[in-house]
């Protein structure tokens, strides 16, 4: 069996854990072994209905009050449990934050390795993976060998395929060990946040800016470019570090992965850090003035220019085909 640890809302799973199932079920073909599925909280069953359309056959639903909010420990050890009980070829998961760090967690507990940020896997009596490093500035070639694999997939690396042949997959309840020591950490509310319109990371279209914006009042020109696209405004560290956007609005490495269906860069140089957040987008359009910038190599559109002349001149085209 291969089992792929699913993250839901609203009893439907999210898209990196479609991705994770997509090359689960390509390990489950290599090995001629089944593709199964656990879940955690209250709605943990009713992803079932979703996932006949990848290959599941089988989800494992933890049903424990305690556990709704997430718990990291208790998480872990509900997972290591199964582990235990079921001897999974492999465990996969998302490469999210949170779901890296569960996978930790039964890693520690079971004596395991595990690989982060896989994008292929080779099976065999040992798996041959390949993953990335570096916030995916560098791809590694490793091997990993264990009784049990533990993987996470790279965020928006692994298209979604669904299966040739859907399934109708059945459910099964889990009743974990869970002791109070599990549950030391774990959420105690949920804040909304204040931020109107698209959330960074599901815009279909971003607006970013760098430094090469110029100043606070200048991003002005870039919000509005966002809220004639319906987009969302992004930006750089740099930007950030200068006290010009919050953090929330920082794309790359240590800030949000975006993956719309178009990225303009305004102003931004295209350092490494920047790009590992973006390079999930369909199509990148840069400006700026500098032709040797890196994200105008990298980008599948350039304009060299002055920002603060073209985006003006974009908006008023734009509001004119509104109008």
């Given at each position: 069996m291969i089992l792929g640890f699913v993250e839901w809302e609203a009893g439907e799973?999210?898209?990196?854990?479609?991705?994770?199932?997509?090359?689960?079920?390509?390990?489950?073909?290599?090995?001629?072994?089944?593709?199964?599925?656990?879940?955690?909280?209250?709605?943990?069953?009713?992803?079932a209905d979703h996932l006949g359309e990848y290959g599941v056959e089988r989800v494992h639903h933890v049903a424990d009050d305690r556990l709704t909010p997430y718990a990291p420990a208790a998480w872990g050890q509900a997972l290591a449990d199964l582990l235990e009980d079921h001897r999974p070829e492999a465990v996969l998961a998302p490469g999210t934050d949170r779901c890296q760090e569960v996978l930790a967690h039964?890693?520690?507990?079971?004596?395991?390795?595990?690989?982060?940020?896989?994008?292929?896997?080779?099976?065999?009596d040992a798996y041959e993976v390949t993953r990335h490093r570096w916030g995916g500035s560098l791809v590694e070639h490793a091997r990993l060998e264990a009784s049990t694999k533990l993987l996470s997939t790279a965020v928006h690396e692994v298209p979604i395929e669904p299966a040739d042949v859907p399934t109708d997959p059945?459910?099964?309840?889990?009743?974990?060990?869970?002791?109070?020591?599990?549950?030391?950490?774990?959420?105690?509310?949920?804040?909304?946040?204040?931020?109107?319109?698209?959330?960074?990371?599901?815009?279909?279209?971003?607006?970013?800016?760098?430094?090469?914006?110029?100043?606070?009042e200048d991003f002005d020109q870039l919000e509005e470019l966002a809220d004639l696209l319906d987009g969302a405004l992004g930006s750089s560290r740099a930007a950030v570090n200068e006290g010009w956007r919050p953090h929330d609005d920082q794309i790359?490495?240590?800030?949000?992965?975006?993956?719309?269906?178009?990225?303009?860069?305004?102003?931004?140089?295209?350092?490494?850090?920047?790009?590992?957040?973006?390079?999930?987008?369909?199509?990148?359009?840069?400006?700026?003035?500098?032709?040797?910038?890196?994200?105008?190599?990298?980008?599948?559109y350039a304009v060299v220019g002055d920002l603060h002349e073209i985006v003006p001149e974009?908006?008023?085209?734009?509001?004119?085909?509104?109008g």
């Open positions: 799973p999210l898209e990196t854990s479609l991705q994770m199932l997509t090359l689960a079920r390509d390990v489950a073909d290599q090995t001629g072994t089944s593709l199964a599925a656990v879940a955690f909280g209250e709605e943990g069953a009713a992803v039964v890693g520690a507990t079971c004596d395991l390795p595990m690989a982060a940020d896989c994008t292929a896997v080779e099976a065999g059945t459910v099964h309840t889990v009743e974990p060990t869970v002791d109070a020591e599990d549950l030391r950490v774990q959420v105690d509310r949920r804040e909304e946040s204040d931020v109107e319109g698209v959330p960074l990371g599901e815009a279909r279209v971003v607006v970013g800016g760098g430094r090469g914006v110029g100043g606070p790359g490495l240590t800030g949000t992965k975006i993956t719309p269906d178009i990225y303009i860069a305004c102003g931004i140089s295209g350092a490494v850090q920047h790009w590992v957040g973006c390079k999930g987008a369909d199509t990148v359009l840069a400006i700026n003035t500098d032709p040797e910038a890196a994200i105008m190599q990298k980008g599948e974009l908006n008023e085209a734009l509001r004119e085909r509104e």
